[in-house]
């Protein structure tokens, strides 16, 4: 079996360029079955082409391929020079050190990976509206607002929007009739939004509605009321449903996704908890794990 060797008569430049000797004069791909599984050598090391097969992009031309083989295997020839160098002058308590480091790092990658595994096939995902109220009863002063939220429904006229004012009206007793007439002509309106359920943030607001800014939103965004402003881009009317201030307890449905993934993450950790404990359980069993007393 033949490899590029790395050797002195051609270094990495050299070898790189017979490796784009021998991709190009190919057949095409260069990692067929009948070809060795090798295409480099660093002392006992040996770099796989299935390795770099599958790093190609589908779809790259023949120059490219070779190109990024070429850069791949200097690359990779690079870093193993430079360990097996390293290995051999960096103090033996560095060596120790740092062995130490990667063991503990493939462990807690290794278990972090099967925990996460079994977390996403045993822990329970479903958190119920029961679940949420009672969390939020038993913590909600904690969650106090940062600043203030509300709901409302608006929209943005065109500047020549010509029914301005039966929108107006319609908007503001939003009726079924009224909802089923503005709805049909939503088409026509630059931004709309008639979930008035939803409780949104005054900073969101002024970002929808552009007149509106951090130093007049306490005189527009009152409970109940409704205001009309206008820039050059169009004319916005709303209708403000209700308010909480800053300080005040956030409204449940503001906060569900923040308790819905405490919850998450309180289930992860107790899921987690219990398995470590029955992983020791069950290997303290089996005689596979054994505590041995100072004096032993």
């Known amino acids: 079996m033949k490899f590029l060797k790395l050797s002195g008569q051609y270094g990495l430049g050299g ?44 779809g790259m031309s023949k120059e490219d391929s070779a190109s990024f083989v070429t850069n791949y295997i200097n690359n990779w020839a690079s870093k193993q020079l430079l360990l097996e160098k390293a290995k051999i002058n960096l103090p033996e308590e560095k060596l120790k050190e740092y062995d130490a480091l990667v ?10 990976a ?3 595994a079994l977390v996403r096939q045993g822990s329970d995902t479903i958190v119920t509206a029961s679940q949420l109220e009672q969390f939020y009863e038993a913590e909600k002063e904690n969650f106090k607002l940062r600043e203030k939220v509300v709901q409302l429904r608006f929209v943005e006229l065109p500047k ?25 002509i939503g088409v026509q309106f630059r931004k709309l939004n008639f979930n008035d359920s939803l409780w949104v943030s005054a900073s969101r607001v002024i970002e929808e509605i552009p007149p509106l800014s951090f130093e007049n939103a306490d005189k527009h965004l009152k409970k109940s009321q409704f205001f009309e402003l206008e820039d050059a ?23 569900e996704p923040r308790i819905k993934q405490v919850l998450l993450n309180r289930r992860k950790l107790d899921f987690l908890r219990k398995l470590e404990t029955e992983v020791l359980d069950e290997a303290i069993k089996k005689k596979e794990f054994e505590i041995y007393a100072e004096n032993e």
């Open 233 to 255: 881009n169009g004319v916005y009317l709303a209708k403000i449903v209700d308010v909480k201030d800053e300080n005040e307890i956030a409204p449940l449905s503001y906060i």
């Open 160 to 184: 020549q929007f010509l029914n301005k004012k039966e929108v107006t009206e319609r908007l503001k007793r939003f009726k079924d009739d009224d909802k089923v007439y503005l709805d049909s």
């Open 114 to 116: 099967y925990k996460e």
């Open 103 to 112: 063991s503990d790092y493939r462990a807690d990658l290794y278990t972090r």
């Open 15 to 58: 070898a790189a360029m017979l490796l784009l000797f021998v991709w190009l004069s190919g057949c095409g791909d260069i990692f067929k079955k009948e070809e060795p599984r090798f295409l480099a050598r660093v002392g006992e090391n040996y770099l796989y082409r299935e390795d770099v097969a599958r790093l190609l992009a589908k």
